[in-house]
């Protein structure tokens, strides 16, 4: 569903801190130009507010569920501790009709690595929550019940959520974001699925606040 290749940003030649992004094809930013994605956005965002961080690593791509995720982060080149480090991943594992229960499993164990990642500092880790695509142009025409969507991304997130809150980092909520906008054809790409540039501004946005407070964090 939700392919793009593995996305990885050349690191700044500074001694800036270091951004590492996780993810699917949110993370990658499906059908969108690489200074659109929203990891991408949020870097710039936090440049223009004297914040320097280095353009993020990204290890995400279409279509990819918990464990590919993980998988690929083991064979990924990586340079701890990141001084950001953000997740967002579970869309493909409810697409794909996968159990709650496994995915509070593996998300669980993502998150851990996301915190070591983090030099083993939560208050570096930011859990964005998962979208809501049954308001697309294409969940509108898959033929499933929108309804039924949006109650069981409800059940990951509530999952999600409640992790990262054991786990003490922070968290983003940007599924009301896509409720409110994601039907509209300029929040969406070419394939009526995927966040525009203008979609990914606004997460950008949400995220800006808990980036600005985990870079100020000791």
């Known amino acids: 569903m939700l392919g793009a290749t593995t996305g990885s940003d050349k690191a700044a030649p500074d001694a800036s801190p270091r951004f590492l992004a996780l993810g699917d094809s949110y993370t990658i930013g499906e059908g969108v130009a690489e200074t659109d994605r929203w990891p991408m956005q949020l870097a710039a965002k936090l440049r223009t507010q004297g914040i320097l ?118 968290y983003v909520d940007i599924a009301n974001v896509s409720r409110a906008g994601g039907a509209r054809a300029e929040m969406l790409t070419e394939d009526g699925l995927h966040p525009s540039a203008a979609m990914y501004a606004q997460w950008a946005a949400q995220v800006l606040p808990e980036a600005r407070a985990a870079l100020s964090s000791h």
Do not use: C
């Not at 990924?76 to 579970?90: E, N």
């Open 53 to 170: 961080i280095e353009s993020p690593q990204i290890i995400a791509k279409t279509g990819w569920t918990t464990d590919e995720l993980s998988s690929a982060m083991d064979g990924a080149t990586l340079h701890p501790p990141y001084a950001l480090v953000t997740l967002l991943i579970g869309v493909n594992n409810q697409y794909r009709g996968r159990d709650t229960g496994n995915y509070r499993v593996e998300f669980s164990a993502l998150l851990q690595r996301a915190i070591h990642l983090a030099g083993d500092l939560p208050q570096h880790v930011i859990v964005v929550s998962i979208p809501d695509w049954g308001v697309t142009a294409f969940g509108q025409k898959s033929g499933r019940d929108t309804q039924q969507i949006a109650r069981e991304l409800d059940a990951y997130n509530a999952i999600n959520r409640d992790v990262s809150t054991a786990q003490h980092v922070r």
